[in-house]
């Protein structure tokens, strides 16, 4: 097995239960201070794996250039919206389905990838990139009569709007991660792509934690308090959400952004999981079959 297959299922793992505790936090803090959390409470985790990627395995350190810090920003702030919007959807739909809009972003980053740098990908990794969309397309009207007028107007609803934004922004980070990240290679003695993703996660999370605090002093200071006031469970968030990006970011250097977000739908399994056995949220059989759906695109694109 390659390596960027564990790598990235484990960092959608941990996605989810970064998402899961983000959900909780949304009840004692708003969209805005949920997001933060995410970025600001995982700072010291980023500058952690990097000490230890440099001074306790003596790793050297990458040198950045203009490339680098062009893709960081453009991931940076495209991140914070996309996670923004995903935070945001829990309000109109359940956990599962509310993620699942989002979950297009596979298709979207393939497309990215396309316009911004001419990056393309196999004949089969588009059929299992179809496999998987179909199947979050289920989820999507798996509360409503399922015709093929209500497929097509879906698409078009309120949250299916926000949810399809986030996963196009979540795609936009995604191509953005990959090409910061390689472009530190030829600033090292041989490429290593753990330091490379390491040392990505590390600029980038510290430039979205600083752009939110700003945000947060100038336009929402009474939620400040308030992220202070849940730095328990808000460590947490940190910490998970760190390493989960440590891990996309990692296998994002191995594999183009597409490959690895559509690898990465094996995430929609775990998040059925918690909606059924924490948020204790029924599910039906649509939204089963559109499961089953999302694990078929992934077992093609495994095995393809």
Known sequence: ???????????????????????????????????????????????????????????????????????????????????????????????????????????????????????????????????????????????????????????????????????FLFGISGVSYRYASLSLAPSLPVPDPVVQAGYTLMVVIIMQAIAMLVWIVLRERQELGRVVGAWRPAVLVGFVGATASFGWFTAMTLQPAAVIKALAQVEMLFTFASSVFIFKEHINRLEIAGCLLIVLGILALVLI
Do not use: C, D
């Open 1 to 167: 097995m390659e390596l960027w297959i564990p790598i990235t299922i484990g960092a959608a793992f941990l996605q989810n239960m970064r998402s899961t505790l983000q959900k909780h936090l949304r009840g004692r803090l708003n969209t805005t201070g949920a997001t933060f959390v995410r970025f600001g409470y995982g700072v010291p985790f980023a500058l952690a794996y990097m000490a230890i990627l440099h001074y306790g395995l003596g790793r050297p350190m990458p040198s950045p250039n203009l490339s680098f810090w062009l893709w960081s920003i453009t991931g940076g702030l495209a991140q914070i919206g996309a996670t923004f919007l995903l935070v945001y959807i829990f309000a109109f739909r359940n956990f599962a389905v509310g993620t699942a809009y989002s979950r297009t972003e596979p298709a979207q980053a393939a497309l990215v990838a396309l316009v911004l740098v001419g990056e393309t990908v196999t004949v089969g990794t588009v059929i299992a990139i179809a496999i998987s969309v179909v199947g979050v397309m289920l989820i999507s009207v798996a509360r409503t009569e399922l015709t093929a007028k209500s497929l097509i107007t879906s698409v078009g609803s309120r949250t299916a709007i926000i949810g399809l934004m986030s996963g």
